[in-house]
């Protein structure tokens, strides 16, 4: 192979050993592939020795999954092209390179404007079928839009859209993945099944992956903890949200939905949070045309306040009175006919005065100003957070914000929130949360004052991960388990089945080389 | 308190680029909005009606469609909205469309302030608030960034390049705002309610007693007799890596080019 | 009044459809048709279109007195004594006067003989000095009501003032009074050699695309000019020129003036001598940080285009452009500007421009001296790693 793929890690690469979560790992050597047959190389050259690999998309996930701890780092930014779409049945597929950046995606998807550049005749004809087609998008928005396909498809990203659209998993309809030896598997939705919990899969190059999947049940929430199983499953799924731990992603395939022509949001205010709670419920159920239900406690509101009154980029946030505004809660309308938009907003008023709060006080954002006001508004309460703990740095170099991820079946929101805010109480802390409450899944996070609250912190997310997994919740259900949550799969899904997870990855990687120490404990793979 | 806010639609981009097969120019203005310095111009009448009662009409000259912008207008707490609508508007500059907002405001009948934006980001021009001011020969005031009203007078501070003046005025006047002077609010979900039924009225030249030979193109000075995209002016050189670029960042800031 | 298109000339291209700002023609049955309900007549189809199908005709209703009015006026404004765009307008109004044969008349309310003495050597042949005490103010009310009743009196054909704040304000009260058109913001004005109007040429939607205008039938022929474009024309101290006193009462207006306060003039973006401007292209809002970072390396300020002022991620006393403010830095960094040229005109000043955007065909690159297209935010990274 050529030499050059592989580089030996120094300074100038410094950038590969953190993403957003802030943990900084380590490593031997780093590399950027730009094409499916060069990842091919580099796996094949670093397999007889099992070198470690730590897959790479553009490092904005929070789980520290793309952390690497030695071995090889491998960044798959590069691979950044639109190699195609496809027409069928009057829905349109999209080919992407997993370093395709989702802001860029999106761009080039509303300008319907892509580099053809080695496109075949076939994707050249959609393409003109699809300029005059009405608009679409891809529906998955999470906050970080700078992230990656490949990324996003490896934790099973999810955003507030969500609430509608589901996670990526739904939009994923074929992919490529380079396994840890150099082998290939390409799979298409609907082709390859697993026959009850035993699965056979064969490789491009004519090898085959045959095994048992694990027998554990997945939770009935909003999920994206440890791998995707079911009895008779679409194989597919199994490298969706697998943390980069089986293979190297390549290619992707993803289908685009038509555009809402409507797109409004309305922030209500209610008292308190069990109002908020009750009213979210309420839009959840009554409102069909949501696409996204999401919460900011009082606490959040607070510091957003304070930030206001201090000026700065956060003084042209709209005005957030005093009294009467404890929790605000953000619900998002897609719909295509403006009556059933209205009729939906009529609702929303309705709803909100029996939660106890007011339909005067309230924001409606129906052009795209007043749409970009509201998202001013839900990106500045977590940067405000932000900003608060990195004035708590100046004195503990080390603190940071500890952010929760964990969601609970329908119904249970009330009783988890009440169990949240108790516990938080008990221990005093300062907190602020936010989220998606409409998949009951809210970020509690809590800003520790110190480091002695920065480790009870991590402790009270321990307890509430076995609480939230005896609601049958999940204990990531956005971000991805990656390293940090590791130790919250295993109280979620116990030892025994743990032990099948990596007896699963064991199959296709049998040198354990792949994504290590995401999803399971490293001290385990010994 | 009586406050009458005229309120532009424009285009919500200025997006031009040029076509180099067919050497034209292409605009994508994208949706119709307020124009940005009028949603000022609006959240300071309401607010002053917060503060001293009273009520709020918006006014607009334009096509039939601006009176979505007005029902806006409502949803945000306006009381009242006239849309001033006829082809023999089509083509206003600054001067014709200033008659016709000013036979608009008649119509509107007496108020106490007139607020405009500071200047519609589409023409960048700044002169209707003066020249309406002008017509209805009431003392006025542009680029407003701090406003306090007593009901008989208002104070208000602008910026002239270099100082600060504060400066009182009798009502009747007429303001024009910055962007400065505070944060517009948005519609709430009964003013959307509120809005959604109520009739936009729309006046023709005619029936608001307005000149026709004094409105649209044919009441306007000036002609446009040309539009071109800008030239470049400068040679450029291309750099293709930060090593070729650190010498003439560091010579521009004084650092010493290193080498 | 009406859009004409002529549909035996039109070929059917389209190019009418593409640019028209409000998206009020269409092709119908292969020609050009107007949707009259959404047409303002901005007449950017009539320029568009390639075999001059379309026509907005004009009747004119204007009684002419052109002929009565010659000599072109500028308003001298004052500022802490002359400011420095009365001179560049002077010395503008000196060519335009030129290459008509007449003469050049400043006004100067509230100013000094010496000032009066500058304006001559920049090009005046007369100064009319106002005398009156509201004159020493920069109010509206009692300069429109000093400078009509001279127009009135002596009618100039062409009457210039500073696009400065007070000028932008002062120029329209003078035009209604006069019932004369007005052109804001010019950055060129010539003299057409066949017409001998005053060909005005400004920035149009946003600054995206430039238009001339004309004011046939009206006179005086008004504009406002930009500050700084005009070059400082040369003192010639031998000129001689004469300075009429003018101590007529003018109305006061009702406008009050309580307080004014000088703040310095000029902002830290305005002073900077290294400026690291950051536009949409930086992709998030976080990255506006490495705009800072390497700003405070170099000793300088972070400034930012429109667009981001719009969402909210900074505050306008950082915008840079013809809304926010004008810069003169000695290196001026755009990462990530597209360079809407209203933007451009706010960086005209600049000595050095370094742009750096993904984009190779975008404006800013037309202003800039070193191209670099690559992404903002690595390159940021890149100049601050290489700093350290």
Known sequence: MDKQLI??????????????????????????????????????????AGTPVTVQGARTGLAAAAVPRGGHVMTTGGMDRVTGLRQENGRFYLTVQPGVVLLNLRKMIAKREFDTAGWSEASLTALEAFRTAPAHFFPTDPTETTAAIGGMTACNASGARSFRYGPVR???????????DGQTVALRRGQHFAQGLHFSLPTAEGGTVEGDLPSYTMPRTKNASGYYVAPDMDLLDLFIGSDGTLGVLTELELALSPLPRISWGATVFLPDEEAACRYAEAVRSQVKCAAAIEYFDPGALDILRQRKAQGDVFA???????????????????????????????????????????????????TETE??????????????????????????????????????????????????????????????????????????????????????????????????????????????????????????YGEAHIRQMRQLKRLFDPKMQLGRGNLFAVEDEA | MRTIVCVKQVPASNEVRLDEKTNTIIRDGGEAVINPFDSHALEAALAL???????????????????????????????????????????????????????????????????CGKMAVDGDTAQIGPELATRLGIPHVSDVFSLECSGDSVTVQRELGGCVQTLRLPLPAVLTVTRELNVPRLPSIAGVLRSE??????????????????????????????????????????????????????????????? | MALVIDTSLCVGCGACVGGCPNGALALENGVAAVDENVCVLCGVCVQNCPVGAIDIPRET??????????????????????????????????????????????????????????LIAAGADRVILGTQPALAQMLEAPYTDWICRLAAEYKPEILLFGATPFGRSLAPCVAARLQTGLTADCSVLDIDGETGLLRQTRPAFGGNLMATIVTPHHRPQMATVRPGVMPLPAADAARQGQIVTDDAAVAPGLVELLQEVRDGGGSALQKAEVIVSVGRGIGQRKNMKLAEELAAKLGGVMGVSRPLVEMGWATQDRQIGQTGTAVAPRLLIACGISGAIQHLAGIAGAKTVVAVNTDPNAPIFGAADYKVVADAAETLRALIDALE
Not at chain 2, 91 to 100: H, I, P, R, V
Not at chain 3, 89 to 105: C, W
Request: charged share 20%; proline share 4%; hydrophobic share 40%.
């Open chain 1, 7 to 48: 580089l030996p890690y120094c300074d100038l690469y410094a950038a590969c050993l953190r993403d957003e979560s802030r943990t900084v790992g380590h490593a031997d050597s780093v590399s950027f592939p730009r094409s499916e047959d060069e990842v091919r190389q580099i796996l094949h050259a670093l397999h007889e």
């Open chain 1, 170 to 180: 739904p939009h994923i309809t074929a992919l490529r993945c380079v396994l840890a």
């Open chain 1, 316 to 366: 042209t946030l709209p005005d957030l009175t005093v009294a009467g505004d404890g929790a605000a809660v953000f619900t998002e309308l897609h719909c295509d006919h403006r009556k059933e938009a209205m009729a939906a907003l009529a609702t929303l008023g309705t709803l909100a005065e029996q939660c106890g709060g007011c339909a005067d006080r309230s924001w409606v954002a129906r």
């Open chain 1, 371 to 492: 749409n970009e006001t509201l998202r001013h508004f839900r990106h500045a309460v977590p940067e405000s957070v932000n900003s608060l703990i990195d004035q708590r740095k100046q004195a503990y170099p080390t603190i940071t914000k500890k952010g929760s991820d964990m969601s609970v079946p329908d119904g249970r929101l009330l009783e988890v929130t009440d169990m949240y805010r108790r516990t938080l109480a008990e221990e005093g802390f300062q907190y602020a949360s936010w989220g998606h409450i409409g998949n009951n899944h809210i970020h509690v996070n809590i800003l520790p004052r110190d480091m002695d609250e920065h480790a009870r912190a991590k402790e009270l997310f321990r307890r509430w991960a076995a609480v939230v997994t005896q609601m049958g919740g999940a204990v990531s259900a956005e971000h991805g388990v990656g390293k940090l949550k590791a130790p919250f799969l295993t109280i979620m």
């Open chain 2, 49 to 115: 009606k917060e503060q001293l009662g009273g009520t709020v009409a918006v006014l607009s000259m334009g096509i039939p469609a601006a009176a979505e912008m007005l029902r806006q207008c409502l949803a945000r707490g306006a009381d009242e909205a006239l849309l001033l609508t006829d082809r023999a508007f089509a083509g206003a500059d600054t001067l014709a469309t200033s008659y016709a907002l000013f036979q608009g405001v008649e119509q509107l009948g007496d108020f106490d302030l007139l607020l």
């Open chain 2, 197 to 259: 039924t109520v009739e936009i009225p729309c006046r023709s030249a005619a029936q608001i007693g307005a000149d026709e030979a004094q409105c649209g193109l044919k009441g306007s000075p000036t002609q446009v007799v040309a539009t071109f995209l800008p030239q470049r002016t400068r040679e450029v050189v291309e750099l293709t890596d930060t090593a070729a670029l650190l010498p003439i960042i560091k010579g521009g800031a004084g650092l010493g080019t290193g080498d």
């Open chain 3, 61 to 118: 209703n204007a009684p002419d007195t052109t002929a009565q009015h010659r000599d072109v006026w500028v308003f001298a404004q004052r500022s802490e004594g002359l400011a420095e765009v009365s001179l560049e307008l002077t010395g503008l109004a000196r060519r335009l006067a030129d290459s008509k044969g007449q003469s050049v008349t400043a006004l100067l309310g509230g100013g000094t003989e010496d000032e009066a003495a500058q």
